[in-house]
């Protein structure tokens, strides 16, 4: 079924929450401070990619709240706008429900997704 939901969620969108993701790891990998932040973009790229039978849990500390901190400025609230807002589209009808609901598990982890671990369900 995971399988099926992946295939649908690319189609239906996820392939620009992918892309936003990758992108913005892209353009925090140009400074050598950016680099971490870089590839924990991309661990939440391949998340966005298939969302379906991966969940999220939130583990933090202080040096995870500061950069939180720091990325929400910078790149979590662009990411949070366009995730929430294609959920709410989404969400219109009864069978982009289940999608709708990816897309904003998505949009939580744009405002913090640093301490996050992607595990599988």
Do not use: H
Not at 33 to 56: E, T
Request: charged content about 10%; some cysteine.
């Amino acid at each position: 079924m995971s399988f099926l939901g992946n295939v649908l969620w690319f189609i239906c969108g996820g392939f620009i929450s992918a892309i936003m993701w990758f992108l913005a790891g892209i353009l925090w990998c140009i400074t050598i401070f950016g680099i971490p932040v870089g590839v924990q973009c991309f661990k939440m790229a391949s998340l966005s990619m298939c969302p379906f039978g991966r969940d999220v849990e939130y583990d933090g500390g202080a040096f995870s709240f500061i950069v939180n901190v720091i990325w929400f400025f910078v790149s979590g609230l662009e990411l949070f706008v366009v995730n929430f807002v294609i959920g709410l589209i989404l969400c219109i009808t009864v069978i982009g429900i289940p999608f709708g609901k990816q897309f904003f598990k998505i949009a939580k982890l744009s405002l913090c997704p640093f301490g996050a671990r992607i595990v599988e369900v």
